[in-house]
Antibody, heavy 122, light 110 residues
């Protein structure tokens, strides 16, 4: 069965950093692009970042590109999101999602994790 | 990159059909056939319902269909059922090689 499990969320002070992880299983991880999508409390979905299947192409929303880095380890079937200089407005549930395509950001996201909660507060 | 425009809410009675619109620009919806639709029930992760404008993933009911005309994409749900009550989001690939979501539409089954 295809599975995505996020981890690494938690409470962090403004200006702090977090590294989110997403463990994938049940599919050939290295054959698909992967994405991060977040959802602030009571708000809609916001695409954050995507990375191509081989890791060579990375893409970011304008709202985060200055302090977020996406990466992946295909040998460990794991996706990462390094977030620095966190602000209160980064408070959200962060979802890891499998793209349908090898190319990032195209074709929709067909498998989603349950999400990990990031709370930025002093 | 601005969010795609969706109606905040739509409603319909069981058995009826409803359509949710998703309006963008020629740099996103109008420029590419990479529009997707997602269903999200409260407290749950989103579920892909339509990809590449008109295609349904395996396991998604054929009551769900997608279309596009110009800069506006649409999701139609026919034969409304109680379990269709959820939030629906459209998304599109853009000329900046990123993804943009719509603001979401709350579907109420009366």
């Amino acid at each position: 069965e295809v599975h995505l499990v996020e981890s690494g969320g938690g409470l962090v002070q403004p200006g702090g950093s977090l590294r989110l992880s997403c463990a994938a299983s049940g599919f050939t991880f290295s054959s698909y692009a992967m994405s991060w999508v977040r959802q602030a409390p009571g708000k809609g979905l916001e695409w954050v970042s995507a990375i191509g299947a081989t890791g060579t192409g990375t893409y970011y929303a304008d709202s985060v590109k200055a302090w977020v880095t996406i990466s992946r380890d295909n040998s460990k079937n794991t996706l990462f999101l390094q977030m620095n200089s966190l602000r209160a407005e980064d408070t959200a549930v962060y979802y890891c999602a499998k793209d349908r395509s090898v190319v990032a950001a195209m074709g929709g996201m067909d498998v989603w994790g349950k999400g990990t909660t990031v709370t930025v507060s002093s | 990159q601005s969010a795609l425009t969706q109606p905040a809410s739509v409603s319909g009675s069981p058995g009826q059909s409803i359509t949710i619109s998703c309006t963008g620009t020629s740099s996103d919806v109008g420029g590419y056939n990479y529009v997707s639709w997602y269903q999200q029930h409260p407290g749950k992760a989103p579920k892909l319902m339509i990809y590449d404008v008109t295609n349904r993933p395996s396991g998604v009911s054929n009551r769900f269909s997608g279309s596009k005309s110009g800069n506006t994409a649409s999701l139609t749900i026919s034969g409304l059922q109680a379990e269709d009550e959820a939030d629906y989001y459209c998304s599109s690939y853009t000329s900046s090689s990123i993804v943009v979501f719509g603001g979401g539409t709350k579907l109420t089954v009366l």
